[in-house]
């Protein structure tokens, strides 16, 4: 296939997109909630691997986009609460 071949090919598959959306139609689609900001930290993260069924790692992965977190974020959330509720871990 030529160059041009391609290129003729590319523009049919995008001619059939039709032209965006105006931006009134968009809106709200960037703004940011600010009430849920990630945490900041001065401590170095390091990587943590774990195995999950591939459903928990669905759920967590809809909590931290319905929530506009990271992952990681959702985690760190999870063990403030279970420590809040069956103690802190001891200190090392």
């Known amino acids: 296939m030529s160059g041009s071949d391609a290129a003729k090919k590319l523009q049919q ?3 059939r997109l039709g032209s965006p959306p105006p931006a009134t139609a968009a809106f709200g689609n960037l ?3 600010d009430a849920v900001a ?3 930290t001065s401590e170095p993260s390091i990587q943590l691997n774990i195995r999950v069924t591939p459903k928990l790692k669905k759920r ?7 929530d506009g977190i990271s992952m ?3 985690i760190v959330r999870s ?4 420590e809040e509720k069956f103690g802190s871990a001891p200190e090392v």
């Open 79 to 82: 063990v403030a609460l279970y």
């Open 38 to 40: 990630p945490m900041k």
């Open 60 to 66: 967590l992965r809809l909590i931290a986009a319905r």
């Open 72 to 74: 990681s974020e959702v």
């Open 31 to 33: 703004q940011r909630d």
């Open 13 to 15: 598959k995008f001619s």
